[in-house]
């Protein structure tokens, strides 16, 4: 499950994620949860981790423990993007295992000033279950939004007292596969 809610007024991204690991070779990818941003101009607000475990939810966000990685995969081309990666491993993760968690990435990049604009993937790279995205704006702040690639049937737009909310639902989707050799800025 995927679950993204924006609100453009606050610059608040918040997700929450429940991933199910349905193979060996999936416990490593999921037991490492990491959350990319700029700490320049954003900060992260984790609000709850828990295991979920023959049908038991156990409480693990008192265990989180996350370091700050550099993301200067381009540092070799002389590009410093000044972006870091909370990371965090996760102890006793097992097949079968659900984990969810929870967060907010709070914070907008000053060179935009007023302007606003956001991309949202609505896809992954595995298959998910559900998909819920939300995005709340005051109708003066947000002057146009344009949707690609999505059915009508797919996302409402409710509008009442100077306030816009757009939802979007989707379920059980594909996952998105690329080539090996697709250039980076494909995928």
Avoid at 22 to 39: K, L, Y
Avoid at 62 to 71: H, T
Avoid at 137 to 153: A, M, N, P, R, T
């Amino acid at each position: 499950m995927l679950d993204r809610q924006l609100n453009i007024d606050e610059h608040a991204d918040y997700a929450h994620f429940i991933q199910e690991i349905t193979s060996f070779s999936g416990v490593s990818a999921a037991s490492q949860i990491m959350i990319a941003f700029d700490p320049l101009y954003q900060r992260v607000e984790f609000h709850s981790l828990f295991v979920i475990r023959d049908g038991v939810k156990q409480d693990r966000t008192q265990e989180l423990s996350f370091e700050l990685l550099n993301n200067e995969g381009q540092l070799v081309s002389s590009v410093y993007s000044g972006e870091v990666t909370a990371h965090c491993v996760l102890s006793d993760i097992r097949k079968n295992d659900k984990i969810e968690y929870s967060f907010t990435i709070v914070g907008a990049n000053p060179i935009f000033g007023d302007k606003n604009h956001q991309f949202v993937a609505l896809e992954d790279y595995n298959p998910v279950g559900k998909l819920n995205f939300q995005v709340y704006f005051s109708d003066d702040l947000v002057k146009d939004y344009e949707f690609f690639g999505c059915e009508e049937k797919d996302y409402s737009v409710e509008s009442k007292k100077g306030k816009t909310k757009i939802t979007y639902h989707k379920s059980n989707l594909p996952a998105l596969y690329f080539e090996e050799t697709a250039p980076p800025w494909i995928v």
